[in-house]
């Protein structure tokens, strides 16, 4: 049963405040463009929303073995959204390392959350399974999240149905903290569960990963993408023999970034197979990701050069979510009592 909302919020007449998060991480690639970068930018063309895009790199840490990575790669990510045409025009990119009031909210959460909660957590179990090291931040995971979400007055937040439970958790958490203070103090997210399908990698078996090796890169330089392009694994159809495009993993790289034209021609010479082999929709590849890419590594170059300029870029953003955090802390303070002296 859906609580009653804060009658004070911080959201702007008539857009929906829309948070999405990503951590940083090396190399990214068509799956990230695929998955999580071309959604956020079409979001932030949208009027009728108003769009937070967290750089999550305190959520990069969980992981004691590779806990200097996201420090590492916190410019190339804000540089790849930037480069791709993240409209800042009344939307947000933040990092939430710049945002202390968001652990201070995820302490007040872990306060009214149950330890048996969190051992609950999917991703907890799965991480545990896979043999990653159960560290405090890795258990209080769930909590950050909502922390995240809650200290933006977030009102959807977009997520694939593997993290669904993290929304629910938020949700629970939000609960369970205007309960023990008799209020409604806290806005309560909705997800948006994602239908977007897992993008094949170039071994044409496994989801594009970097941990797999199977990836293609967005601006790595024109040489090393036509190397990995040339990698992706086809069948032993020949040059006249039609093909099927849905079991072939170039044509669903493609569909992944590429223009409608690009995609149906390929779709087409490939059903038809006369003349045109696996060689020369590689080469249509290629040109379809120089053409949406490659036009925009000059750029990612600038802004992942240039950290004052981006910087000074993303500014504006960080006032406006600091000024959002700071009044959903106040209220958070305000029913619990405390700094009244």
Known sequence: MTQAQPTHTTHTAGRVRVLTGAKPTADLHVGNYFGAIKPAVEASLDPAKEMILMCADWHGLTDRAKILEPGKHTAGLLASYLAMGFSLEKNMIILQSEIPEIPEI???????????????????????????????????YPILMAADIVT?????????????????????????FNNAVGRPVLFEPKALVQETQLLIGIDGERKMSKSYGNHIPLFAAKKDIEKRIKEVKTDSKGLDDPKDPE????????????????????EDRLRKGTGYGYGHAKKDLMDEHERVFGSKRELYEHYLNSPREMAQLLAPSNSQARHIAATVRQRVRDALGLGIL
């Open 106 to 140: 995820a302490w007040y959460l872990s306060c009214v959350s149950a330890i048996g909660l969190l051992e609950r957590a999917h991703a907890y179990k799965d991480a545990l399974q896979s043999g990653k090291e159960p560290t405090a931040g890795l258990f209080n």
């Open 152 to 176: 933006f007055d977030a009102q959807i937040v977009p997520v694939g149905k593997d993290q669904l439970q993290h929304l629910e958790y938020a949700s629970d958490m939000v609960k369970l």
């Open 247 to 266: 079991t072939c993993a170039v044509w669903q790289i493609l569909k992944s970034f590429g223009s409608k034209d690009a995609i149906d021609y390929m």
